[in-house]
């Protein structure tokens, strides 16, 4: 058998492990970058938005509302750090102003980039639509069409009748000990 060694003059694991330390570190300055040009955009976006579709903004706001319906501690305590955070209710703790502002600050901004790919999603599948009925031999359906049918008694695969008598326990095997003259095979006759 051939063992082949290769030398690595990288510096094994620590080259590896700086690489992807500095990584890290690109990466989150790249994206705070990123945010925080989307949140100087976010009051353009969300105007943005509303001209190319409202209901893409009404819908959301649906959403968001069912969300605090289903879920009304998550929509409690989102309230609360909105408040915080818009400075209607200060705390005095720096710390938890400070994560109401992130939230606030953090959500229209994210909202707003949702709310305007929501739009723009709305808008292709209108084209998509559009484009769809201009095809030869599309048909669109024809709602509110009811087709009659017949329900059907379903019963269950696989289960024994039911009986008033009561059932016996099966009854125990009598096993013989093993006699040192026996063989293996006759054990099993």
Known sequence: MT????NSRGGGGIGCL??????????????SGFFFLLWWAAPALFVLAL?????????TGQSLLKYIQNNPVAGLVIAVLVLIGT????????????????VVQGGFTL???????RALGYNQLKKF???????PGYSQPVE???IEFEELESKPKNVPPVSDEHVKPPQSIKRRKPDPDQSFDQLFQ
Do not use: C, K
């Open 3 to 6: 063992n082949i060694h290769f």
């Open 18 to 31: 700086l690489f992807g330390i500095l990584a890290l570190v690109a990466a989150y300055y790249i994206l």
């Open 51 to 59: 001209i190319i579709n409202w209901r893409a903004v009404l819908d």
């Open 87 to 102: 400075g209607l209710l200060p705390t005095g703790m720096e710390a938890l102003d400070r994560v109401g502002y992130w």
């Open 111 to 117: 909202l707003s980039g949702y709310v305007l790919l």
């Open 129 to 135: 639509r559009r484009t769809m009925q201009q095809q």
């Open 144 to 146: 509110e069409e009811f």
